[in-house]
C-alpha cells in the first residue's frame, strides 16, 4: 500500500475535534496553525475527499472526517499503548484544561509546575471546561472563576486591559464601540457595566470566538476591548487608561473527581506565583 496515515498528522485531526478548530489544536499542540492545516490537508490527500470544513475560527468534520476521526482515535491508542509496552511508560500525563486569557502566562506555570509529567493542554471556553472535567476528559481546569457555576480553588486574578489600536480616537460623544468575546463571557459583560458606569454609552461592534479575533478586529480600529493584561503589549495596539479602571477577573482550579491531588496542589501554588506577580 503506497498511502500512509501519519501518526502527526492524526493527533492534530484529534486535536481539532477536541479543542474545537485550528486555532486552538495549534496552541495546545505547541505548533503553528500552518502545521495543522498542512497535516490535515494530508489526510485528505490519502483520503481522497474533504475531512474538516472550516467555519470561521471553528471546524466541522465531514461524514468522511467523523469516520476518520474514529479511526485516528483507535489507531492513536494502539501505537501509544504499543509505545509503552515496548519503551516504558514514560512520564505521565497530565490533561490541563485551560481559559484562552492570559494563555500566555497561565500555560507555562502549569508546565513548570508539573515536572515529572507530560502536559497536554485543552484551551477552551469555561463552561466547555467544566463539562469536560465532569466528564474525566480533563484532570485540571484553569478558568475565570465567575463564569464557572462549579466552586473551584481561588488561585489568583487577572489584571484587566483596555487596548485600542494605536491611531484610535473616541467619537467625541459618549458612545463608545467595543469588540468583545461572544456570549456568555465574564470581560465582555464587565467591559460595557465598567463604561455604563463612566458615563459612557457603549455598545458591541464585533463578536469573536476567541481572543486572537478580538485583537485583529481592534487592530483595524473598530474599537476598544477590555482584555487580560499582557505580558507585553500586543502588536499594533495600545492601552488605554482614559479608559474606566476594571477590578482584576478571579482565576479558579478545578479537579478531576480522583485525580491526584498532588496534582492540584502542585499548579495552585504555581499559579499564584505567577499571578500574584501579574498583579505589580
Known amino acids: 500500500m503506497g498511502q500512509v496515515l501519519d501518526i502527526l498528522a492524526l493527533r492534530s485531526l484529534v486535536a481539532v475535534a477536541d479543542c474545537g478548530g485550528f486555532h486552538r489544536a495549534a496552541a495546545t499542540l505547541r505548533i503553528s496553525q500552518s502545521a495543522v492545516s498542512q497535516h490535515v ?8 475527499r474533504p475531512v474538516v470544513e472550516r467555519q470561521g475560527r471553528g471546524a466541522a468534520f465531514t461524514p468522511d472526517g467523523q469516520a476518520l476521526l474514529g479511526e485516528a482515535r483507535r489507531i492513536l491508542a494502539a501505537h501509544d499503548d504499543a509505545l509503552r509496552r515496548l519503551v516504558g511508560p514514560g512520564r505521565p500525563t497530565v490533561t490541563v484544561g485551560a481559559t484562552e486569557h492570559a494563555a500566555d502566562l497561565i500555560l507555562p506555570a502549569v508546565t513548570a509546575a508539573l515536572p515529572g509529567h507530560q502536559v497536554r493542554f485543552r484551551i477552551d471556553r469555561t463552561r466547555r471546561l467544566d463539562a469536560a472535567v465532569d466528564r474525566g476528559v480533563l484532570d485540571l481546569a484553569v478558568h475565570l472563576a465567575e463564569a464557572s457555576s462549579v466552586d473551584g480553588v481561588p488561585v489568583g486574578a487577572l489584571p484587566l486591559t483596555w487596548y485600542s489600536a494605536a491611531g484610535w480616537r473616541p467619537s467625541g460623544g459618549p458612545a463608545v464601540p467595543v469588540v468583545a468575546i461572544e456570549e456568555p463571557c465574564v470581560l465582555r459583560r464587565r467591559a460595557l457595566a465598567a463604561l455604563s ?3 459612557f454609552d457603549p455598545y458591541v461592534v464585533c463578536d469573536s470566538g ?8 481592534v487592530r483595524t480600529g473598530l474599537g476598544v476591548a477590555l482584555m487580560a493584561t499582557a505580558k507585553s503589549v500586543p502588536d499594533g495596539l495600545v492601552e488605554r487608561p482614559d479608559l474606566p479602571a476594571v477590578r482584576p477577573a478571579a482565576v479558579s482550579l478545578r479537579s478531576r473527581t480522583g485525580s491526584d491531588p498532588r496534582l492540584a496542589e502542585a499548579v495552585t501554588e504555581g499559579l499564584r506565583g505567577v499571578l500574584e506577580g501579574a498583579q505589580r
Open 41 to 48: 490537508r494530508r489526510l485528505e490527500k490519502v483520503v481522497g
Open 210 to 217: 476567541y481572543v486572537a479575533g478580538v485583537f485583529d478586529a
Open 197 to 199: 458606569e463612566g458615563g
